[in-house]
């Protein structure tokens, strides 16, 4: 032994952590703890309030009684504090544009967030459906196919008549 490797290889003294034990494997590196990921999407309430007066061009008292009236809702907190998300924002603007340039009253702003939101969820349910019809013409295809591929092969595929047929045929019953 050399002084500077005293009894294991690596240069550490004595047996290593979890040797000798009946199931120690070898030692694990300490991994750190990965920080928590935030996602953040249009729908994220993040703006208070005041940011979202800010950000939208309209007065704080507007926002409030915007949300009274359902024209926008924006999500609460525990202690029932309103966060505006992005998409709340460009909805108030969109609420002021209708409201100041095309000179609807907010009765007609909200029935025209209410028909957007139906087209929307209309679409979205179409989507669905267009994606299950497809799943389920696929899933016909392959019994189409499995059932075809159990066919004998000496027997013949009936052909029904052709319709356009000009053929004349008479019948005359035996006597």
Same mark, same amino acid.
């Given at each position: 032994?050399?002084?500077?490797?005293p009894?294991?290889?690596?240069g550490?003294i004595?047996?290593?952590?979890g040797?000798?034990?009946?199931? +120690?494997?070898?030692?694990?590196?300490?991994?750190?703890?990965?920080p928590p990921? $935030?996602?953040?999407? #249009?729908d994220? %309430?993040? $703006?208070?309030?005041?940011v979202?007066?800010?950000?939208?061009?309209?007065?704080p008292q507007?926002?409030r009684?915007y949300d009274?009236?359902?024209l926008?809702c924006?999500?609460?907190?525990?202690?029932?504090?309103?966060r $505006?998300? +992005?998409?709340?924002?460009q909805q108030?603007?969109?609420?002021?544009?209708?409201?100041?340039?095309?000179?609807?009253n907010?009765a007609?702003i909200?029935?025209i967030?209410?028909l #957007?939101?139906?087209?929307t969820?209309?679409?979205s349910?179409v989507?669905?459906l267009?994606?299950?019809? #497809?799943?389920?013409?696929?899933?016909?295809?392959?019994?189409?196919?499995a059932v075809? +591929?159990? $066919?004998?092969?000496d027997?013949?595929p009936?052909q029904?008549?052709t %319709?356009q047929?000009?053929a004349?045929v008479?019948?005359?019953p035996k006597?």
């Amino acid at each position: 032994m050399s002084p500077m490797n005293p009894t294991n290889p690596d240069g550490s003294i004595g047996p290593g952590l979890g040797e000798g034990l009946p199931g +120690a494997g070898a030692r694990r590196p300490r991994r750190a703890a990965a920080p928590p990921t $935030y996602v953040l999407t #249009e729908d994220t %309430p993040v $703006y208070v309030i005041s940011v979202a007066a800010e950000l939208s061009g309209l007065h704080p008292q507007t926002l409030r009684q915007y949300d009274r009236l359902g024209l926008v809702c924006p999500d609460r907190t525990a202690g029932r504090g309103r966060r $505006y998300s +992005a998409r709340d924002i460009q909805q108030l603007r969109e609420v002021q544009r209708l409201s100041q340039d095309e000179g609807i009253n907010l009765a007609g702003i909200k029935r025209i967030i209410e028909l #957007e939101n139906q087209v929307t969820a209309l679409q979205s349910r179409v989507t669905e459906l267009v994606d299950s019809l #497809e799943g389920a013409a696929a899933a016909l295809q392959q019994r189409e196919a499995a059932v075809h +591929a159990s $066919y004998r092969r000496d027997l013949v595929p009936y052909q029904p008549p052709t %319709p356009q047929s000009s053929a004349l045929v008479v019948w005359r019953p035996k006597r």
